[in-house]
C-alpha cells in the first residue's frame, strides 16, 4: 500500500477532530465559534487586540492567526469587528474548503497543523489565537516551537482548553493547557492561565513584552464583566 499523501493524512485527522468536537459538545463545546462566541470563552478579546494595535510599530507586525478555524466564521467576523481595525487577520486549517475561503479569503489563509505552520514566515506574528484548536496537538513541544517560530518578540498566544483531558472516540484527545505552558516556559514566555467560566485559558507573551499575561488577561476580564 502506498503512503497517504500530506493532504490525505490532514483530511483524516480534520475528519478525526470533527468528530472528536461533536462529543466537545457533550462537554460545553461551542460549536458557533463566531467572533462572540470567542470573547466569551477566552475572557475578551479587546484589550488582546488593543495590546497589538499600540505595539504593533515595536512589534514590526499587526498579524493574528486563528490557529485551528474551522470553518473560518470567526475570522470573517473579526475582520468585520471594529476591535481589530488595522489589523490583518488570517487562519490556519487542516481542509481548505469553498465555505472556508468564503470567510477567510486566500491571502492568509494556510491549509496546515500547528505543529508546522507551513507557510508562515519566521517572526512574522503578533498574535496567536486558538479556541480548542491547539488542544488537539498531540505533541505540545512541536506546537510550541511552531508558534515559537512564527511569533515575533513581545507577540502574544492566547488559547482555550477544556478542563481536563478529553478522550475522544478516536485517537486525538484534546490536551489541557499545562501540557503546553511546560513548553511555553521552557522558552522563557510569561504564561498564566487562568481558570474562566467553564474552560481554562493560556494566555503566553513572548518576552521581552509590553505588558504581563496578567495585566492583558485582567483587563479583558474586566470589559467582559461590565458587559455581563
Known amino acids: 500500500m502506498e503512503p497517504k499523501s500530506e493532504q490525505e493524512v490532514r483530511d483524516t485527522i480534520a ?3 470533527v468528530k472528536a468536537r461533536k462529543q466537545d459538545e457533550i462537554q460545553g ?3 458557533r465559534r463566531d467572533m462572540g462566541e470567542y470573547q466569551v470563552v477566552l475572557g475578551g478579546l479587546a484589550n488582546y487586540f488593543d495590546y497589538i494595535k499600540q505595539n504593533k510599530d515595536r512589534l514590526g507586525s499587526s498579524l493574528v492567526i486563528d490557529v485551528g478555524a474551522g470553518k473560518g466564521v470567526a475570522v470573517r467576523t473579526m475582520k468585520m469587528n471594529p476591535m481589530t481595525e488595522g489589523l490583518s487577520i488570517g487562519a490556519t486549517v487542516l481542509k481548505v474548503t ?11 489563509l494556510y491549509a496546515t497543523p500547528v505543529e508546522k505552520l507551513r507557510g508562515i514566515n519566521d517572526n512574522s506574528v503578533a498574535g496567536i489565537i486558538s479556541v480548542y484548536g491547539m488542544a488537539y496537538s498531540q505533541v505540545p513541544s512541536e506546537a510550541v516551537a511552531s508558534v515559537d517560530r512564527v511569533l515575533v518578540p513581545g507577540g502574544v498566544v492566547k488559547a482555550v482548553f477544556n478542563h481536563k483531558r478529553i478522550e475522544s472516540s478516536t485517537n486525538l484527545n484534546q490536551l489541557t493547557p499545562e501540557d503546553f505552558a511546560r513548553e511555553f516556559y521552557k522558552r522563557n514566555y510569561d504564561v498564566i492561565i487562568p481558570e ?8 503566553a507573551l ?3 513584552a509590553f505588558s504581563t499575561a496578567l495585566e492583558l488577561f485582567e483587563k479583558d476580564k474586566a470589559v467582559m464583566q461590565l458587559r455581563g
Open 196 to 203: 474562566y467560566q467553564m474552560s481554562k485559558v493560556l494566555l
Open 29 to 31: 463545546y461551542a460549536h
Open 15 to 17: 475528519s478525526q477532530i
Open 206 to 208: 513572548k518576552r521581552p
Open 98 to 108: 469553498n465555505e472556508v475561503r468564503e470567510n477567510v479569503g486566500e491571502d492568509l
